[in-house]
Structure formats: structure tokens, C-alpha cells
T-cell receptor, first 112, second 112 residues
């Protein structure tokens, strides 16, 4: 079974630029999550999708972050414009309904 | 509000020695409790979880954890550490599998 795929693996941008991350969950997993993991901290949930609907986006900074999950499969997370404090690893996870979360390898973002 | 504290930022043990990683949580009801491991450049992998039943939980890779309600703790143990266990370990708490709050993590170094 293929795992959660994420791209790119690394991204370096200047502040005020835009960036997008892509996630392909495990086939058949209804739930998809995006986490932000700042260096030295545990992952923090940004947004949770159930199929193509948003379940929880209470911790998503909506003035600059957006996410979508078209057709309930792949998902993209966008930051526009980026700030220095957005430097982090962005993790995507997926799960079958109400079951274990499976994590992708993450995208490491550096904002200069 | 739910929260997780991992008191040890970094632990070093010798290969073959026993290991205990501490986790304390704050939660209003009986929580779901998790331990994840993150190797460099990898996503998080679930080691074990507890939500009811026997308070001593067995996981993958020879790890176990014990839920102690009176101490609000869920410490992770392994009787004999291998060099491949060097990684970052995260404890997490939540009301179910989908809504987890992570601790800041404990980095494990294994000495030859």
C-alpha cells in the first residue's frame, strides 16, 4: 500500500512570496489533515478535511493560509504572503474514518 | 483544555540499556493517548495508543506504555534500546483518533 505522498520535500522562498504544498493521501482515506511543525515543537493541526468538506480549521491563519481538497482526494495548502515565522515542516496525514492517522514525509519550508 | 507535557527535551542512553520517556497530560475525561516516533526526514509513525482496557499497552518495535490515571501519565518504555531507535518521540492526547494535541517531543540519542 502506497503511503501519503507530499511535494515538494523542500522549499526556500523570500518573505512576502507565495508557496503551495501538495498532498496525495492513501487511497480510500476519507479524512485528511495538514499540520505545521515548527522546529523544536510538536505538530500543530492547521486544518482537517472529511472528504472535500472542512471539519476543523480553527487554527488555520486564514489571512494568509488557505487549503482545499478538490474531489475529496488530493489537497493543496497555500501560504500567501509568507512570513519568516512560517518556516516549518508542513505535514500531511490521512486516515480512514475515525482511525489511525498516517503521516507523509513533510515539506520543509524556509522563509528568508 | 487538553495539553501534553514531555519534560525531557533530550535523552541519551547506551545501546542495550532500558529506556523510559515521560509524558504527562491534562484532559477533562479519559483521553485517547498516543506515542509517535519521527526519524530524520520522515513522517510520524504510530508506536502505540490507548483509549480503554488494559492500562499496559504493547506497541510496535518492542515499545510499551502504561496509562496511570492517578498521575495523568502515559510513559513510554523499552527494555533494551537499539541504535535504530534514535529519533524524536512525540506523545499526543485527544478525545479520539482525529483530534490530537502533541507534546514538544523528546529527542533520543543512542550511544554505542
Amino acid at each position: 500500500e502506497a503511503g501519503v505522498a507530499q511535494s515538494p520535500r523542500y522549499k526556500i522562498i523570500e518573505k512576502r512570496q507565495s508557496v503551495a504544498f501538495w498532498c496525495n493521501p492513501i487511497s480510500g482515506h476519507a479524512t485528511l489533515y495538514w499540520y505545521q511543525q515548527i522546529l523544536g515543537q510538536g505538530p500543530k493541526l492547521l486544518i482537517q478535511f472529511q472528504n472535500n468538506g472542512v471539519v476543523d480549521d480553527s487554527q488555520l491563519p486564514k489571512d494568509r493560509f488557505s487549503a482545499e481538497r478538490l474531489k475529496g482526494v488530493d489537497s493543496t495548502l497555500k501560504i500567501q504572503p509568507a512570513k519568516l515565522e512560517d518556516s516549518a515542516v508542513y505535514l500531511c496525514a490521512s486516515s480512514p474514518r475515525t482511525n489511525e492517522q498516517f503521516f507523509g514525509p513533510g515539506t520543509r519550508l524556509t522563509v528568508l | 483544555a487538553q495539553s501534553v507535557t514531555q519534560p525531557d527535551i533530550h535523552i541519551t542512553v547506551s545501546e542495550g540499556a532500558s529506556l523510559e520517556l515521560r509524558c504527562n497530560y491534562s484532559y477533562g475525561a479519559t483521553p485517547y493517548l498516543f506515542w509517535y516516533v519521527q526519524s530524520p526526514g520522515q513522517g510520524l509513525q504510530l508506536l502505540l495508543k490507548y483509549f480503554s482496557g488494559d492500562t499496559l499497552v504493547q506497541g510496535i518495535k518492542g515499545f510499551e506504555a502504561e496509562f496511570k490515571r492517578s498521575q495523568s501519565s502515559f510513559n513510554l518504555r523499552k527494555p533494551s534500546v537499539h541504535w535504530s531507535d534514535a529519533a524524536e518521540y512525540f506523545c499526543a492526547v485527544g478525545p479520539n483518533n482525529n483530534d490530537m494535541r502533541f507534546g514538544a517531543g523528546t529527542r533520543l540519542t543512542v550511544k554505542p
